[in-house]
């Protein structure tokens, strides 16, 4: 079922989310392709998802193997018909090879950077900027030279007419990384309740410090959403509970406070199975994942991204 968003038209602004932490393996992907697709399914919202993920879980969580390939293959530029954020990085980039002495660039001219993935049933849209392998040369790069490149292109013309953009960051604070949080208005920090999540938080925050006059890097940090959290009566339930209070405390002992949201996404299988499906549970009908799915919902409401306090 669609659900209709109360905010006035004339309140909505593009929202631009980062997703980042420096630990992979909790949940991040999954929270940001599987939000992206709750807002396009419940609340017809046209959404961007840029896979910013030398890893690229985001565009295989979405893109049929055949498409995936399409996309990356770096020998068949001229057929391209969209190109990836690798592309988009380097599409005005002129060089010399030194070995040749041959004249390249620019690299490309797509009209586009973006794939049409989805049309939800209510009108909503999800289209997706590709990752690429190849985005791991970009982290080597100096940031003053890139940083600005996600911001840049999500402000022209180019970008579509996108209502929230969520970028999908590696797990490390690189060149990569910083441009997408150049680009943001706000990051989102997924982190399951463990040891490692007491001691990644400070450390995600030092770096935002340290680079954000420099780089001039505005978004803010609008709170830590804790994932993969085990169920009730589960064995390890009582030590998750215990490091999220940590963790919580960690957080309002910061200067400003940072903000834990109500909202949890438990770990559950059906996650995995969707990604091997290419189907983001809320494009699901089955009534099982209902609460999955409002789990989600409840992301989206601690983010403001749906409701009267857009």
């Known amino acids: 079922m669609m659900l209709v968003d109360p905010t006035p038209e004339?309140?909505?602004?593009?929202?631009?989310?980062?997703?980042?932490?420096?630990?992979?393996?909790?949940?991040?992907?999954?929270?940001?392709?599987n939000l992206a697709s709750l807002l396009v399914e419940r609340y017809g919202k046209k959404v961007l998802l840029i896979d910013a993920d030398p890893q690229c879980n985001a565009s295989l969580y979405l893109l049929s193997d055949e498409r995936f390939l399409a996309a990356t293959d770096s020998g068949s530029v001229a057929e391209k018909e969209h190109g990836n954020l690798w592309d988009l990085f380097h599409k005005d980039v002129r060089y010399i090879d030194l070995v040749t002495g041959r004249r390249h660039g620019p690299r490309t001219s797509f009209d586009r950077h973006y794939h049409v993935v989805k049309r939800g049933t209510g009108g909503g849209l999800l289209s997706l900027v590709c990752g690429s392998a190849r985005l791991s040369d970009i982290q080597e790069m100096g940031p003053e030279l890139v940083v600005s490149r996600i911001r840049d292109w999500l402000r022209g013309s180019a970008s579509g007419d996108a209502e929230v953009?969520?970028?999908?960051?590696?797990?490390?604070?690189?060149?990569?990384?910083?441009?997408?949080?150049?680009?943001?208005?706000?990051?989102?920090?997924?982190?399951?309740?463990?040891?490692?999540?007491?001691?990644?938080?400070?450390?995600?925050?030092?770096?935002?410090?340290?680079?954000?006059?420099?780089?001039?890097?505005?978004?803010?940090?609008?709170?830590?959403?804790?994932?993969?959290?085990?169920p009730i009566g589960a064995e390890v339930r009582p030590a998750a509970d215990a490091y999220a209070s940590r963790i919580e405390e960690i957080c309002r002992a910061r200067t400003p406070p940072v903000a834990v949201f109500a909202a949890?996404?438990?770990?559950?299988?059906?996650?995995?199975?969707?990604?091997?499906?290419?189907?983001?549970?809320?494009?699901?009908?089955?009534?099982?994942?209902?609460?999955?799915?409002?789990?989600?919902?409840g992301v989206a409401r601690d983010l403001k991204l749906v409701g009267d306090a857009i």
Do not use: W
Request: aromatic letters at 6%.
């Open 10 to 33: 004339k309140k909505r602004r593009r929202r631009v989310l980062a997703v980042q932490n420096v630990k992979g393996g909790v949940g991040k992907t999954t929270v940001a392709v």
């Open 264 to 297: 949890r996404i438990s770990r559950d299988e059906a996650y995995p199975q969707s990604f091997e499906r290419h189907e983001p549970l809320p494009f699901s009908n089955d009534p099982k994942l209902r609460s999955l799915v409002d789990e989600l919902d």
């Open 165 to 230: 953009v969520i970028i999908d960051c590696p797990p490390s604070i690189g060149s990569l990384t910083l441009s997408a949080l150049r680009a943001a208005d706000d990051i989102l920090v997924p982190m399951s309740p463990d040891a490692f999540a007491l001691h990644g938080l400070p450390l995600l925050l030092q770096k935002l410090d340290q680079y954000r006059t420099p780089l001039r890097i505005k978004c803010r940090v609008a709170g830590v959403l804790f994932t993969l959290y085990p």
